[in-house]
Antibody, heavy 122, light 109 residues
Framework: QITLKESGPTLVKPTQTLTLTCTYS??????????VAWIRQPPGKPLEWLAL???????QYSPSLKTRLTITKDTSKNQVVLTMTNMAPVDTATYYC??????????????WGPGILVTVSS | EIVLTQSPGTLSSSPGDRATLSCRAS???????VAWYQQRPGQAPRLLMY???TRATGIPGRFSGSGSGTDFTLTISRLEAEDFAVYYC??????????FGQGTRLEIK
């Protein structure tokens, strides 16, 4: 069974750096075709993809947030870490991590973790 | 960068109805890289369809996907109470990047 779970602070102050950890089980991030994605969702708003890291160490970022994001992996701990700098109130959202499957002909993102609500406020 | 536009923003329907949700891409994409997700209130999204028309594991047969080029459709043949939720289309192509549509809210009339 594949599971993912997000952890980190639920409250950060403006200008601070957010560090979130995704701890996964049931799969290996060294297996070809496997990745872990971060996606966020502000309250009442749509999903927004943030970043993805792959089995081959490739990293991809949302063009609009690229300068603020860093995604890394520690396969020995089964963890993926996302850092986002210069947090602002508009970054208040539920942050999800999910497994990415980058297949020969089809790709998808599933399953997802339960999400963590991060509030940015002074 | 591919932009996905979903319509309608909100769809009001009744249990037993047929619902058709649309997703338009800003450029031609392969249906292989189009997926659909369902998000119920307070829950994480879950995969419904991938490869444009393949149901994910455990998804009932009343859900179907179709389309090609720039226009893709998710159809729910006979709505059940549990289907009232928000639906997102999604493109995840060879670029290794992901795009989501803005969602369609399916509400009970």
């Amino acid at each position: 069974q594949i599971t993912l779970k997000e952890s980190g602070p639920t409250l950060v102050k403006p200008t601070q750096t957010l560090t979130l950890t995704c701890t996964y089980s049931g799969f290996s991030l060294t297996t070809s075709g496997v990745g872990v994605a971060w996606i966020r969702q502000p309250p009442g708003k749509p999903l927004e993809w943030l970043a993805l890291i792959y089995w081959d160490d490739d990293t991809q970022y949302s063009p609009s947030l690229k300068t603020r994001l860093t995604i890394t992996k520690d396969t020995s701990k089964n963890q993926v870490v996302l850092t986002m700098t210069n947090m602002a109130p508009v970054d208040t959202a539920t942050y999800y991590c999910a497994q990415g499957i980058y297949g020969a002909n089809v790709n998808w993102v599933d399953p997802w973790g339960p999400g963590i609500l991060v509030t940015v406020s002074s | 960068e591919i932009v996905l536009t979903q319509s309608p923003g909100t769809l009001s329907s009744s249990p037993g109805d047929r619902a058709t949700l649309s997703c338009r891409a800003s450029q031609i994409v392969s249906s292989s890289y189009v997926a659909w997700y369902q998000q119920r209130p307070g829950q994480a999204p879950r995969l419904l369809m991938y490869g444009g028309s393949t149901r994910a594991t455990g998804i009932p047969g009343r859900f179907s996907g179709s389309g090609s080029g720039t226009d893709f459709t998710l159809t729910i043949s006979r709505l059940e109470a549990e289907d009232f939720a928000v639906y997102y289309c999604h493109h995840y192509g060879y670029s290794r990047r992901i795009t989501f549509g803005q969602g369609t809210r399916l509400e009970i009339k």
